[in-house]
Structure formats: C-alpha cells, structure tokens
C-alpha cells in the first residue's frame, strides 16, 4: 500500500499518465498500464450501455398472497430497529469533498440528502472509514481552516506513506450534523501498528461526539493485510484475534476510553478469508461484550483492470449489466452467503452489519453503477440483506474519481455554478427507509412471487406484525410498454378497499436521467442540492374481493402501503431542508469561493438560526467571497484526486 500511492505521487508530479498499482482486489499482481484517458472525471462519465435482451419474458400477470399476520409467515427477518437501513460508507480521504471543509463549511446538499432519509426512517448512520483509516493521524491544524489534509510526505518519498491528516475539528462536523440531523457514526481505529496503537480517534470520539459515535470498527478487511502488505504472512483469522486482544488491553489501559464496548469487526471482505473460518475461532463469544456489532464487507466485482491497469482482463461493463438485473447473481446469490453468519450473529445479541459495499470495488462500472439499473438493484439488494437479518448496509462513497457514487459534489472550481450529481442509487436508499419505516419493527420477507422469476422479484414487509407494504420489481426493459406487470396483491380475509402505490421510474435501465420516486426527482448531472424537486404523486388503486391489482411497468419498481392512511405515503421533499446559496452565479461570473458553500437555512424549512454556536448555521451567505482557487491549489486537489483514487480501490 505504501509503494502503490508513492509511485502515483511520483506519476502524478511528473505529470504522467501512467498508474503502477500493486495487490489490487482481487488479484495480488503487478502490472503497469496507462490510466485510461478520462476526458471527465469518472462520476459524471456519461457512458449509455445498452439495455439487456430479455429472451424468455416473465409472465406478465401473477398474484401474491402475502398473509396479514407475521405470526403465520416462515422465514420473516428479524425486526429493523433504528434508522435507515441503507446507510454510507465515507472514504476518509473523501470526506471534505462530501461533507464539506470543515464544522464551519459543512455541505448543505449533504445535510438534504440526510434529511431525506431521517424524515423517513428517523435516523442515518454513517461510516467515516475505509483503506484510508489505517494510516490516518490526526494533527492538531491544518493549514487555511482544513479538516482534512495529507501527510507531507517529502520531496522522493520513497519510504513514507503519504497518510490522511484530520484534526480534531472531524468530530465537530460529525458532531454538528447529528445536532441538526439523527445521523449517527462510526469511525476507524488505525490499524496498521498492532504495537503502538494510536487510539485518539477513541479518545477524542468519545469526549466529543458521546452518544452519537456509535462504535469503532478494529481493522478494515484483515483478511487482505498480507495482500496490502500490512501484516507479514502467514497472517490468519487467529492473528488478527491476537491482534483485536491486544488492542482489547491497550483500550481498557486507557482511562481517556471511557467507554470499551464499542467495537466492530471481523469486517472481512470475503477475500482470502470467509466468514466461518473467523467464526471457527470462537471469534464471536470471545469479543462479543467487547462488540457493538459484526461487520462483513463485499463488493459483488470489481473493475481494477479496466480502471488501474493491473493485469488481467478487463471487466466489460456491458456483459455484467444483465447481472444487476435479476434477482440472482448480485442480489440472492451475493446475500446467501452470509445468512448463517448474520443468524450467528443474531444468536449472540449483535447486529450484523455490511459495513462497505457498492456495485464493484476499483471504482464501480460506467453504465451501470450510475445508472437506474443500480437503483433496482440496490434496492432488491437491501432488501435482501433485511430478509437475510443483516441489521445495516453502508453504500461506500469514492468522490469524483469513482462511478458509483450515490451523491457527488460538483469539482471544487465549478462548485460556484454547478450543484451536485446524485447517482441513481441514492434512490434506492430513501426507498428501502421508507419500505421499513420508522417503527423499529419491521420485518421483511422474500415473497419469491411469479414462481420464483427473477426478473419480478417482491417483497412483504410486516409492521407491528400486519402486512405493511409489499414491493415489486420490474427488471425488464421494453419501451413499448408491453411488458408492464399486473401483479395482484390478494390478502387472504384481509384486503383493504385501496392501496396507495409509490414508483420508481426512470426510461430505461441505462439512462442516468430523470430518474423519479413518486413524481419527484432530484434532478440531473450537476442539478440538485439535495432536495426532491416537482409534485408528489401517490397512485391509489381500488382494491375489490379478488385484491389489489399493480401495474409495474418495465422497468419500475412499485413500494404498495396497505394502510392508505400512513404517515410515510405523504412524505416528499423533507421538511427539514438546507438551502445552498453559492450556485447562483452565471457561468463565467463565478466568483465567490467554490469552498465557502455554507450551511444556511432552507427557504421553506424549519428555522435554526442561532441553533449552533460559533457556526453560520442559519445565516444565509450571499456575498461572494471573491477568491479564486490559485493552480497550486488545484494542483493538489488533482494530486489529492490521484490518491484518493488509489486509495479507494483497495476496498
Ligand atoms: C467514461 O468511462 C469510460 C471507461 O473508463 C472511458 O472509456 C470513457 O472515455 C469515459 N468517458 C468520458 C467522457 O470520460
Ligand atoms: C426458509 O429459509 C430456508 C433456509 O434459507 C429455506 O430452505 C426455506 O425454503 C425457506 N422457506 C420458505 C417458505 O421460504
Ligand atoms: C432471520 O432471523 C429470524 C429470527 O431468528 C429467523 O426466523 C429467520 O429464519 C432468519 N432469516 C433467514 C433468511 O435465515
Ligand atoms: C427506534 O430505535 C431508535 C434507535 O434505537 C430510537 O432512537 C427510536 O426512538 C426508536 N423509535 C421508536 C418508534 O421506538
Ligand atoms: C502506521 O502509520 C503511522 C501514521 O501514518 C506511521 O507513523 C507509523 O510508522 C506506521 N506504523 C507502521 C508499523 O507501519
Ligand atoms: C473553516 O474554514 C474557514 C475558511 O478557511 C475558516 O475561516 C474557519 O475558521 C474554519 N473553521 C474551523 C472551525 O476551523
Ligand atoms: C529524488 O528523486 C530524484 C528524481 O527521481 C532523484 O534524482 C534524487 O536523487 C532523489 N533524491 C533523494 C534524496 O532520494
Ligand atoms: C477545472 O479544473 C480542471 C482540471 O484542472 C480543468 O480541466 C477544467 O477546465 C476546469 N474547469 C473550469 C470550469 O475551470
Ligand atoms: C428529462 O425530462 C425533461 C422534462 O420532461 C426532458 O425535457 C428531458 O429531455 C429529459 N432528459 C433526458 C436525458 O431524458
Ligand atoms: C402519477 O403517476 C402515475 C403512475 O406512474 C401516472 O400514470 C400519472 O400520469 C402521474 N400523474 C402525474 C400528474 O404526473
Ligand atoms: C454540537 C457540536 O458539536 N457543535 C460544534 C460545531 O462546531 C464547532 C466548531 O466549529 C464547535 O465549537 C461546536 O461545539
């Protein structure tokens, strides 16, 4: 690890296009390959795949019978307790770019995105993390205000690795969001110093976020430390225990660690190791009192090759599209593998929680990770993981350099007239949070409808232990309109005289446009800050003896609440909102600070002026700051992008 972000120092100074990258995912080779030339950085690559050919049509009217009561039903999850089911996975070294510069300058398009998803599950939780926390050290100032930085890591830097820096001001974003927002956090421990610990992130974590840093995850993916070059082989699930006991002392030595339960782990990617050869070790009744959580995480591909030149071949975004398009290969066949570790887990009183995930490692794949194909999938795939007892899923975040981004921030010199650009996948996560809710008691379950298709996957989901909702899928794409479902929902003793129905439509499974949920979008490339734009529109259908009959058009997804009357069927834009204030220039009249987008109030929500000390929450910022960023800046920026791009394909 330390080598790889050398050389692309040294690529990247000299102005080279060239990237030498070492141990990728999954493969532990080397190669050197020109970086392919990316006219526009990857999160607004504007790649249009062609949708698949569907050779044997699902049948296009099927009905389901899903029981009113959860006490008659097999195989229903465990209940979902606490905030949204989907939350996110933040590169450390990504972090000013996606919640802002620091707890003065935090991004209000985040904070809607936030709030979009709070208003209907009550809660968010939020990872900061990653390959980046291993080496990470936090500094005492940055310089002009920063949060987060770089290690200076000499003029050859041939043995230093350049780590992330952050200063104790961190907390305070984290902090500062969670007093406006119900976002809760999970931070890193470094891992890459089994001898000297660096425990501030606990020390100062907890002094200063208490009750809103919910735990501390112990090793990122130990399972490829032999392979990242972090620990000497052989080094195996014993060894990291060893490790985690090591560290387990070192914490309750600490008298600045008051609190010395809040770990998580194993958090394997299920690459050298799998899961039961770490459970084989008495892993979780060994830790479990020292445990907030199990964690696993997984990518269903990755695109090193294409994307970083290691060898092999390349992945062909345009073969693996069918794959995110069935209920099969990423979705059952990706979640089943861990179904027996995430029952463990429940057995032992503790949730299990995906801790990073995405549509591929190395960056995702144009055509697919940002396009409304991923917000099917992403969808079914939570929903999966509900039904299989995961508690939590964290959708990772890359920044510009990657594909698969639910939301990116404009680059920092077109912040003044661009906003921001939401993948479709954010989609995906306001809907799996309005699916559950905010009762901490819904359950979910696989209908496995149709006779099991794979292309109209559905789900029950049984609140306060009724039928709450029922979600169906339409993987197919035909223009023509032929291929719409008519799924009929046909409660035994129990249909209600209507239902109400929220879509999620977009044109074509490829397109990154236009996306809608219930008649509001976000908006396009470079459009939205973070709130719902247009109408809510709530379909009602009439339901008579025989049950409710669904349109589903191909391709669409449709989220049908049995109860009329709840509360989530009304909520659209959230009434918490965060207005932005520096993209109202012209084009070329760009002038005020790109950096400067402060958090202001929202024009139509609630007023929180004067709420936060020593902030400009709630105070609108219209003036211009006049400051341009100069070319050594962008020159580290770009330099900063060449990194974090290394460092975020290592998953
Ligand atoms: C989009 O990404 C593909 C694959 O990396 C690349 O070949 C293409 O040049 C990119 N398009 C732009 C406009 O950068
Ligand atoms: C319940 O789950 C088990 C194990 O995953 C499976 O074998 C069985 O078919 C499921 N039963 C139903 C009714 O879905
Ligand atoms: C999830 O946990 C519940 C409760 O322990 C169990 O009944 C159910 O079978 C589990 N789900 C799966 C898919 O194994
Ligand atoms: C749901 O659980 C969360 C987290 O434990 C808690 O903050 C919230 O108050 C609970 N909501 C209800 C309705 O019980
Ligand atoms: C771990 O990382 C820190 C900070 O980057 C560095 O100072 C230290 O030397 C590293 N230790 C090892 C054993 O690599
Ligand atoms: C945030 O950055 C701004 C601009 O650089 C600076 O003026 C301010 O002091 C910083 N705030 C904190 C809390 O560091
Ligand atoms: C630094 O790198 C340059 C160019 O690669 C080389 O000529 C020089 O000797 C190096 N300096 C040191 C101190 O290693
Ligand atoms: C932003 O910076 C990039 C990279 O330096 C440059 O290619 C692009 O033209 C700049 N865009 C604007 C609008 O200044
Ligand atoms: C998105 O929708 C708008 C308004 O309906 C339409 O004008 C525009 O062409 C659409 N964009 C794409 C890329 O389909
Ligand atoms: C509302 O959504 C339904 C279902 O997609 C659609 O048929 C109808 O035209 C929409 N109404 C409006 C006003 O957009
Ligand atoms: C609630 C909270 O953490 N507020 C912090 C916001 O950030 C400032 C520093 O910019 C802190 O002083 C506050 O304590």
Redesign the pocket.
Known sequence: MLWYCVLVLASAMNGVQAVTVYGQLPLAQTNTAPAPAQTTLAAYNDTVLTPPQINNPPPRQYTLSPVKDAAAVTNLSIPHVGGSFWGFSIETSVVSQVMGKNSSFIAPTFLNLMSNLVERASGVVVRIGGNTQEFAVMVDSLPSGKTFGKADSGSNATTKTPSVLYTRDMFYMCGNVSSMLNVKWFMGIPFNDSVNWRLTIMEEGQRILGDNLLAFQAGNEPDFYVDFGRRQAPYNPPDYNNDLSNLIKTIDANPNIPVKNQLLGPSIATGPWVPQQVWDTGFMDTFKDRMYAFTVEHYPDNNCVAMFGTAGTPAVPQSLLPLYLTHKDRVVDLVSPYTASANLATAHGKPFIMFETNTGSCGGFPGISDTFASALWATDYGLQMAYNNFTHALMHIGGQNVFYNPFTSP?T??SAFNQWTIGPIYYSTVIVAEALGKSNTSQVVDLNGNNGNLLTPSYAIYENDILSKVALFNYVDDQSGASTLQVTINVPNGNPPSVKVKYLLAETVSTKYNVTWAGQTLGNKFQSDGRFKGALNVTTIACGGQGCTIPVPAPGFALVFMDSTEEVVTIGQATQTFATTAHTNAHNTAASDPTAVASSNGHSGADREGRLDSTNYGKVNGKAAGRRAGSSE?WTL?LLGWLSMVWWMMP
């Open positions: 680059p010199n077109q962008i770009s």
